[in-house]
């Protein structure tokens, strides 16, 4: 079975710049959440979605942060226009809706903005 | 809000010296608690999922243990391959985001 796999690894992208980060999900998992990690700091919960629909955006830091998820499959998580404290690590992961317990997790998208 | 703690941030074993990392939490009313083990430039690696107060797993070399306040998670005669970021996070009761703590960095020489 194919992990959580996400698209770049890598991302370094001027400060006002469009940045979109991508997700897929293990198959046939419904719940899909994304995390990041500034520098020093621990892990946070960004937002979580139940195939296409939001559950909770709560982490989300602005409005400048966009996260979709077409026909409850891959995700996209858009950043517009970044800025400097956007840096960090960007994870993704995913479980099954009726086994709400263990949460996988990609290798990570490292967004650098200069 | 959900609090995880965990101590020490760094530890250096030489191969073979048992240790414990501890994982301190409050959460209002907990449905679980994960430990991942984290290795550098790579996503989080689940490890354990430990649901009530007296429950212990156990997986090669690693033992984790959980109270009502704060689990550990023991290495028994670490080997240098079990060097890595060690990661507890909590999950309250009626939610599905996970809040993590900032991690042990467990360092094992040969």
Known sequence: EAGVTQFPSHSVIEKGQTVTLRCDPISGHDNLYWYRRVMGKEIKFLLHFVKESKQDESGMPNNRFLAERTGGTYSTLKVQPAELEDSGVYFCASSRYQLVETQYFGPGTRLLVL | ?110
Do not use: M
């Open chain 2, 1 to 110: 809000e959900d609090q995880v703690t965990q101590s020490p941030e760094a530890l250096r074993l030489q191969e073979g010296e048992s240790s414990s990392l501890n994982c301190s939490y409050t959460v209002s009313g907990l449905r679980g608690l994960f430990w991942y083990r984290q290795d550098p430039g790579k996503g989080p690696e689940f490890l354990f999922t430990l649901y009530s107060a007296g429950e212990e797993k156990e997986k090669e070399r690693l033992k984790a243990t959980l109270t009502k306040k704060e689990s550990f998670l023991h290495i028994t005669a670490p080997k240098p391959e079990d060097s890595a970021t060690y990661l507890c996070a909590v999950q309250a009761r009626g939610d599905y985001k996970l809040s993590f703590g900032a991690g042990t960095t467990v360092t094992v020489r040969a």
